[in-house]
């Protein structure tokens, strides 16, 4: 689903980066994770946590570190820099210009009469390429952007803006949601911020519920995905590359950061974080007002800041 939504230049890797000496000069497909690429893209590594997908990758060009190319695959082709994620958002930068800034979609117009079986609110707005289900409905002044897709029999309330995204079939979403916009990432160079280009997407799965106000970021490198019949609650805020699993229900006031992957039925209570680049386990139960700051196994229940065992919480407490 990556960089469906934007302008992609043509450019070789040697083009890319004029000061490595590459073999094998190939035209660069496009930027995807290391367990996401193929043979002709872009990947990156910059954590041993990611060693095992690193071993694995079928990229044949990979920014890293010096000290981490030895995970990599003999055939991959290594561009070694002291800032992994500094010098792949200057290669997004120039492989899609574009992304690093959400410019104004000016091709919004009125809906057109090919969507017959759509119901519209009042000064509904539809970029060009716009699919639409049958059955949907679309609540007053909501804006779809260019390219999105949605799928038959979904509710979408008032007042949203949704863009980079597919959405599935019997999806809902209330009113005053903020979907696929950029997310939130610079990186520090020299005193000056760097903008990091996003060009993954938003996927909403079937029969996903997003409840009022909410706010889900397109992906950097990977696509932010709310799975099957998951519900989030007023309020919640999903940041750029996060994954949640299927049957998961979000309370109100949830931040995930970055890059953060959360399993199959997790139930998280109102106002609880959840830090960047964690990995949280199928059936866990997240107390409200917590902070992950730490991955979390399967069939856990945690509570607390940071979060610990449920137990362990309430003997703490108790003595307190």
């Known amino acids: 689903m990556i960089s469906n939504f934007f302008l992609k230049k043509k450019i070789k890797a040697n083009s890319l980066f004029p000061k490595h000496k590459i073999k094998n000069n190939f035209e660069i497909e496009n930027v995807k994770p290391l367990h996401l690429a193929s043979r002709n893209d872009l990947t990156f590594f910059d954590s041993i946590r990611y060693k095992s997908s690193a071993n694995n990758t079928k990229a044949r060009l990979c920014i890293t570190t010096d000290k981490l190319k030895v995970h990599l695959p003999k055939n991959s082709s290594v561009i070694i820099v002291k800032n992994v994620l500094l010098e792949l958002a200057k290669a997004l930068k120039k492989i899609?210009?574009?992304?690093?800034?959400?410019?104004?979609?000016?091709?919004?117009?009125?809906?057109?009469?090919?969507?017959?079986?759509?119901?519209?609110?009042?000064?509904?707005?539809?970029?060009?390429?716009?699919?639409i289900g049958k059955n949907t409905s679309i609540g007053s002044n909501t804006i779809i952007e260019q390219g999105v897709k949605i799928g038959e029999s979904c509710i979408i309330g008032s007042g949203n803006i949704i863009k980079n995204t597919i959405i599935y079939k019997n999806v809902v979403i209330q009113d005053n949601c903020k979907i696929g916009q950029k997310g939130f990432g610079f990186i520090p160079s020299k005193g000056k911020n760097f903008k990091f280009p996003h060009i993954g997407t938003v996927i909403l799965e079937e029969n996903v519920e997003i409840a009022s106000g909410c706010t889900i970021d397109r992906g950097s490198v990977s696509d932010t995905v709310i799975g099957?019949?998951?519900?989030?609650?007023?309020?919640?805020?999903?940041?750029?590359?996060?994954?949640?699993?299927?049957?998961?229900?979000?309370?109100?006031?949830?931040?995930f950061a970055g890059s953060t992957r959360v399993g199959n039925n997790v139930s998280i209570g109102g106002q609880a974080g959840i830090s960047g680049h964690l990995r949280i386990g199928n059936n866990v139960k997240i107390g409200g007002g917590s902070g992950v700051v730490k991955d979390i196994e399967d069939n856990q229940t945690v509570m607390g800041y940071p979060a610990i065992p449920l137990k362990e919480f309430i003997k703490k407490n108790k003595n307190e």
């Open 228 to 255: 099957s019949n998951s519900y989030l609650d007023n309020q919640v805020h999903v940041a750029h590359n996060v994954t949640i699993g299927s049957n998961c229900m979000i309370a109100g006031q949830v931040g």
């Open 96 to 131: 899609y210009p574009n992304a690093d800034i959400d410019y104004p979609d000016l091709t919004l117009k009125k809906p057109l009469k090919k969507f017959k079986s759509v119901k519209f609110g009042n000064n509904v707005l539809i970029g060009n390429n716009v699919i």
